[in-house]
């Protein structure tokens, strides 16, 4: 029989799938060249457990005509096919009308096969034959997760700040082995879907699988996980996928949600920038200088930690010349913008991660301000105080080494750089505290 050219660019086959895994289950649709068996599921013996209720596997042909005003009918001829043997014939089925759309009866069972659809005119005559269109139906199965733990913490939950192998320990029902061949008809994909953020899912490599299909192990690059919720989901070969539950889901974390440090020690401003500031205090150096540190970081990521934290510096100006005498207080304060970078070593005598240093780069924005600041000349000569008050910004680098658990040493510099109009004032600032992590 001549096969029409038009027909075979305007045809377009699919095979609908409508199932349902229980009564309490809301019908579930999927498209594409693949169908179903009865929804099967395991007994708590595993025995299998077939539900024969012919709504919970409904089984459709459906195409598109674009000129059903010349069409009679149509047939539909399906071919099966057995592992080493030819196409057979299995079912011919016959529209009643030109629609575009009939439910296969009786049922196939799982299988490969393939189908064409044959065109008649207006006078009952076949006109036009499509071309073969091969499709699988499967064994359907509702898969169920019901406990996710790792072999490092025997919970379901991952520490970032832990050594961690990223091997999962996972149990439920119905976890059937991955696809090997096109032709299975049994089969279960499973996935890593993390529950905000990126939409990616990640796929683990099958370390083993149990002999009665309700536990396997699993494992996942432990540098492709970071912070969040992930949701573990395996889905049947014929599309029904395991519910999203607490018992599904692994939760990736730090140990600690914030992070609050606190440090104090020696800073000694030099000035880079401003002659006459030197000038007055015939020196680039403000020796007698101290300062303190808050940071809080409660945004910890792989890439490192963000958060907020506001310092402070006193210093002390005394100068002695033959000309003058020069005292008064010099105080800065800003607020920061926080980066930190932590650094972690493996324990060789416990097999623990340690945290034993952290890079950190902050900016931000503050004031400066003399204080009471006076020149004293000879003959009790004394000029009026100096009290001002504007804005500056900061930017710095400083590293934390980790003596203990808690306690470190920070060292680093500072560059500031107040606005005080005709006074031109830039300065580095080193420094060395002590510090203590809360």
């Known amino acids: 029989m001549v096969i029409s050219k038009k027909l075979l660019c305007i045809l377009l086959a699919s095979l609908i799938f409508f199932g349902s895994a229980n009564a309490k289950s809301k019908k579930k649709e999927k498209s594409g060249l693949t169908s179903s068996a009865p929804v099967t599921t395991q007994d708590e013996n595993g025995e299998e457990i077939v539900d024969e209720n012919p709504e919970a596997a409904w089984q459709y042909l459906e195409w598109i005509e674009e000129s059903p005003e010349y069409v009679q009918k149509y047939e539909i001829v399906i071919e099966g096919k057995q592992e080493g043997q030819d196409w057979t014939e299995v079912n011919r089925l016959m529209t009643e009308d030109n629609t575009t759309k009939i439910q296969i009866t009786p049922l196939l069972q799982p299988g490969l096969y393939r189908y064409k659809v044959i065109t008649y005119d207006l006078i009952g005559i076949p006109e036009v034959e499509s071309d073969w269109f091969e499709f699988n139906i499967y064994e359907a199965y509702i898969p169920q997760i019901r406990g996710i733990s790792t072999a490092a913490s025997h919970s379901s939950t991952i520490y970032l700040d832990e050594l961690n192998d990223g091997i999962l320990n ?12 096109d032709t299975d008809i049994s089969f279960t994909s499973y996935a890593l879907i993390p529950e905000k953020g990126r939409s990616e899912s990640l796929i683990p490599d099958i370390l083993e699988f149990s002999d009665n299909n309700r536990s396997m192990k699993i494992q996942f690059d432990i540098d492709s996980l970071d912070t969040g919720v992930y949701n573990y989901i395996a889905t049947d070969a014929s599309g029904l996928s395991s519910e999203l539950s607490k018992d599904s889901q692994l939760i990736v974390k730090f140990k600690k949600a914030v992070d609050f440090d606190v440090s104090a020690g020696y800073a000694i401003p030099v000035i880079v ?11 680039s150096f403000i020796p007698l200088s101290a300062t303190a540190k808050v940071s809080l970081l409660p945004f910890k990521k792989k890439f490192g930690y963000l958060g907020l934290g506001a310092t402070g510096t006193y210093s002390r100006l005394l100068t002695k010349t033959t000309g003058y005498d020069l005292d008064g207080n010099f105080i800065t304060g800003h607020a920061l913008f926080i980066y930190q970078l932590p650094i972690r070593i493996i324990n060789k005598r416990t097999q623990k991660l340690r945290h034993i240093a952290t890079l950190e780069l902050h900016g931000g924005a503050g ?16 000029s009026e105080p100096l009290n001002s008050l504007d804005i500056s910004v900061i930017a710095g680098l400083t590293g934390q080494i980790y003596v203990t658990n808690r306690m470190y040493i920070e060292a680093g510099a500072d560059f500031i750089f107040p606005f005080m109009g005709k006074l031109i004032m830039g300065y580095v600032q080193p420094q060395i505290c002590i510090g203590w992590q809360f």
């Open 170 to 181: 996972i149990s439920g029902r119905n976890l059937f082995e991955t696809q090997k061949e």
């Open 273 to 283: 920038i401003g002659d006459r500031m030197k000038e007055y205090l015939n020196s």
């Open 367 to 382: 004031v400066t301000m003399f204080q009471n600041t006076k020149f004293h000349f000879p003959r009790n000569i004394n």
